[in-house]
């Protein structure tokens, strides 16, 4: 297998043997985002078999009354307790090369190999953090300006004719924190992590712009939502993590979530290895390699339980 794609320098002519520029010219890549807002589990590792079991406990629900009668013995409640098991798996890729590309190469061939497969497992990573994320089986599609439709099963139940805007963002926190009664992340916060086209969808809302003129009239000029009705918002153009969606690709999906949302699970933290020279040295290559999973600790659609609201469409 070669070990790099050649293209002609012109569209026609002989094709001549350059010497490699000095400069390398990098192809820009996405945005990663999610890996930073999962929750690594410490006290799984190496030699601890292939997958973890989460202890959940469910909330002891409110009595209609707690008041005691006098000779009748106090009422007994259930604790619920319910298991969730998330199972490892190996991932990872090679870039191979040869002593004599190294030695006919003007750049350091093994540093620039090694940087490139840096930014590609950041992607996977983050792609299968927003896999995770996506599995919440609250799902919650834009049917109009103003109009909803919200599942509690994993399916969307109608398709997303509308981006996202501030009265969005209003029902989905509300949603979160009356209904679900989800914990807010960080600083009292829920986060939010949109494609672009959703966010644009919020900052093109008058009652956006509008309020921002007061509260953070640089957010306009920065290009971003920040923090409102207590949700914090960032930012992502990572097609594989967030896609645009809805008819007409009119929505950038995304997902709202609380504290205790999805688990990472490493035996082995993804690292670069580099493989045993073959042929007398002549032929190399560098890998990254990693075992773990992501997963929601709480897989269920139930209030005081989900922990993601994903929106999106069918």
């Not at 320098?9 to 999962?38: C, M, Q, R, W």
């Not at 920040?226 to 969606?245: D, P, Q, S, W, Y």
């Not at 690292?271 to 040295?281: H, I, K, S, T």
């Amino acid at each position: 297998m070669a070990d790099f794609s050649w293209t002609f320098d012109a569209p026609t002519g002989t094709f001549k043997n350059h010497e490699l520029s000095a400069t390398i010219y990098k192809v820009a890549v996405e945005e990663s985002v999610f890996v930073d807002h999962t929750k690594p589990l410490s006290e799984f590792g190496r030699k601890m078999g292939e997958s973890i079991t989460l202890k959940r406990v469910a909330a002891v629900s409110e009595p209609t009354s707690a008041d005691l009668t006098e000779g009748i013995r106090i009422p007994e409640d259930v604790l619920s307790l319910s298991t969730k098991a998330i199972t490892v798996g190996e991932i990872g890729r090679a870039v191979p090369y040869t002593s004599l590309a190294e030695d006919l190469s003007t750049l350091d061939l093994e540093g620039t190999i090694q940087g490139e497969l840096k930014r590609q497992m950041t992607l996977v990573l983050d792609t299968k953090a927003a896999v995770a994320f996506r599995a919440s089986l609250i799902k919650y599609a834009i049917t109009g300006i103003a109009s909803n439709n919200i599942t509690t099963n994993g399916t969307f139940g109608a398709a997303s004719t509308e981006n996202m805007n501030v009265f969005h963002v209003e029902e989905i926190r509300d949603y979160m924190y009356d209904t679900l009664r989800v914990p807010p992340a960080a600083n009292g916060d829920y986060i939010a992590i949109f494609r672009t086209l959703g966010l644009r969808g919020i900052k093109r809302d008058p009652d956006w712009e509008e309020w921002h003129k007061y509260t953070d009239p640089s957010a306009k000029y920065n290009s971003e939502v920040g923090r409102m009705e207590e949700v914090r918002f960032i930012e992502t153009n990572h097609n594989n993590a967030l896609r645009k969606v809805g008819t007409g690709s009119v929505l950038g999906e995304g997902v709202v979530f609380g504290a205790d949302a999805v688990a990472m699970v490493e035996a082995a933290s993804p690292e670069l290895r580099a493989a045993m020279p073959q042929d007398f040295g002549r032929e190399k290559a560098v890998a990254w390699y990693g075992i773990l999973a992501f997963g929601l600790i709480w897989d269920t659609g139930n209030a005081g339980q989900a922990r993601v609201v994903h929106v999106g469409s069918l």
